[in-house]
Every structure is written in structure tokens, then in C-alpha cells.
């Protein structure tokens, strides 16, 4: 049989190469995994990590996903959308602060006036934000869900950015039973896998650098389908990946399903995301705010097997607690200020550097449209 030592140095993994990596717990064979994600990533993307300031702008949902925490059926939460001006605020905030981008997330809404909403937003976004520093504005992030194509790129034409322009939207497992488990209520079938890939292609389509990702560890999930997970990140071509830990939520309808034990699950997350960047080396890939739910250190965790991105919540302070998709969510008290430094802290300690004021994009979406 092949030592870790051995499959880790390889370029092509078969699927049980995939599966002998994610299962390790060895603490010799986990920092061997580790490295070797770690150093494929400064081979591939250089030593810097890029900040994206998420704005969480609005947490009204149209939908009953049965895993999150401000499903539109958890009457507990009290609603909220931010005002333009704060949600322009935050932005221009960020840009005066180095980030070279932003990510703009909402729960998912397709009426007409929530679309034009985002429209206005996005327009004077750039507007304001054009500089010396961001010749382009800053960089756009946007995840909003499932939409039309001609929603898509109505927002990525008011975004003025096409080359700082992407979008987030997970697949959150490629097993179709388990994805009809976590959307279909009893009697609903609002969401269905091979849609969302459709969705997935649609946002290629309208230009935007695709990034994707699953959930990890989630009730019923094996090892067989977190390596279909990752030969679906290859077949969808990603350009940028985001995948964190389950984790219950006291809204939601899976609460009773229960989720995986603390340590393990923080070591099934981190398996994944370094064998993601072995296989698949030159996408950004983004250490999940979920991973410092589960522990103090899970993001600077993150960076130390191969993530290349993070994302520090900017949303602004007085909504923030309303925002929660699973427990124990961090910095829901803190200023953006104070995230920012504790960030740039826990990069450092990773052996990185924060890459400021720049747009950092996916270096295999920069080689597909050849840019370099
Ligand atoms: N635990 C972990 N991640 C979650 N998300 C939603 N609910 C949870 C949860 N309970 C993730 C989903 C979604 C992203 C916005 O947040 O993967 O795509």
C-alpha cells in the first residue's frame, strides 16, 4: 500500500487515493497532508491570503432550506434589510481599508423589486469606489442564490467590474438524495441539484468567476460522497471553492438530526479542504467562517491547509446577531476594525501574507480566459 508520504506528492489522484487522505487522523499523517496542501498552494497562488468584506445585507428568505438558520419558515428571527446607504457605507469602508473586494449575501429573493434593489446597490458601488488604488472599483462578490440568467448579468453589468466579478453558490452536496433531503420540506420541492448546476453554468455563461462548495459532515455523508463532491468541483471547472463544517442551528428543521462531534468534524473539514487544493491546486478557495465557529483558531486552521481567501464580516454591527445560519457564529459583537486586525494576525501567524488592495482573483479563472 502506498504511504501518505507517497500519494501526497502525486498530481492525479484515483478516488481511493481521494478517500485515504480525507479518512486520516494519524498526527504524523495529518501534518504530511497538511504540508503538502500548504505548500502546493505557495506554488501554485504565491504566499498571500486576499480579504473579501462580507456584507450580509439582508436576511429576509423566500425559501425553507431544512439545514439553515434563517429559513424562511423560523419565525423567531427578526428580519432585516439594510438601507443603500449602509450597505454603500460598509463598501466604501472596506475599500479605504485595502480590501480589494466584497462579497454581497442575502438570503435568496427573485421578486423584481429586490432585484433592482441590488441593481442600485452594485451601480453605486463602483461609482464610489473607482480609484488609483482599484482602477476598476472594487472587486464584487455576489451570493444571492439561485436566479435567472438575465438576472445574472443584469447584476454583472451594474457591477462595472468584469474582471473583479464573481459569484458564490454552493451545491452543498453532489449525492442527489441528500440534496433533496436538506432542501425538500415534506411536500416542497423548491430546490433540485441538477438545477443548480444549471445555475452554476448560466453564471459562467454571464461571466463571472463561479465558485461553489459543499457543507461537510453533514447527517448521513460519507467519505464516497465528499470525494464525488470533489471530482464535481473538477467537472464544474470551479474557479473558487468555499466549503465549511455542518453545524445544527437552533432555527432550523434538521435540528433533531444532530451533527458530528466537534474534533472530528474540524478534522474531516480540514482533510477536505487540503485534499481540494492538492487536486484541483490553482482555484481560491476560501477558509469558511464556519471552521471558527467549531474552534477559536478554525480559520487561521483553514489557511494552514491550503485556503488562499477569507472573508471578515463588515456587515455593519446593529444587524449582525440576525444573521445566523448555524450556532455559535463569531464576531457577531465586533466592530469590522477588530475583526480586520484579529484576521491579519491569524494570517501572519499562518506564514502568509494579506494581500491588500488588490482584486486577487482565481488564478485557474485567469488562466481559462487567458489572462496569463
Ligand atoms: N452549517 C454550516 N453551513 C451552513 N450554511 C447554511 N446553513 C449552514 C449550517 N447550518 C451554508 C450553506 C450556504 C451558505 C451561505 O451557508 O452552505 O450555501
Redesign the pocket.
Known sequence: MKSIQEIVTQTEFSDEDIIRLLSVTDKNEVEILRQAAFDRATEHLGNQVYYRGLIEFSNICTLD?R???IRKSNHDVPRYELEKDHIVSAAVWAAENGYGSICL?AGERRDPKFVDFVIDVLETIHEKTVSETLPNGLGITL?LGEQTLEVYEAWAKAAGNPVGLRYLL?F?TSNPDLFDHLHCAPGKHEKGLERRYAALANLRKAGYQVGS?V?IGLPGQTLEDLCKDIRTFQKLDLDMIGM??????AG?DMLGEGMMEKKALMRLSLNMIAVTRLVIPDVNMAAAT?LHALEEDGREQGIRHGCNVVMPNITPRIVRKNYQ??ANKPFIEQEPSDSNHYLQNCIEKSGRTVGLNVLGSSVHWLKRVKKI
Open positions: 432550506c439545514y439553515c438558520g449575501q451570493s454552493r452543498e462548495g457543507m465549511g463544517p455542518y453545524i445544527t442551528s432550523a464556519a445560519l448555524y
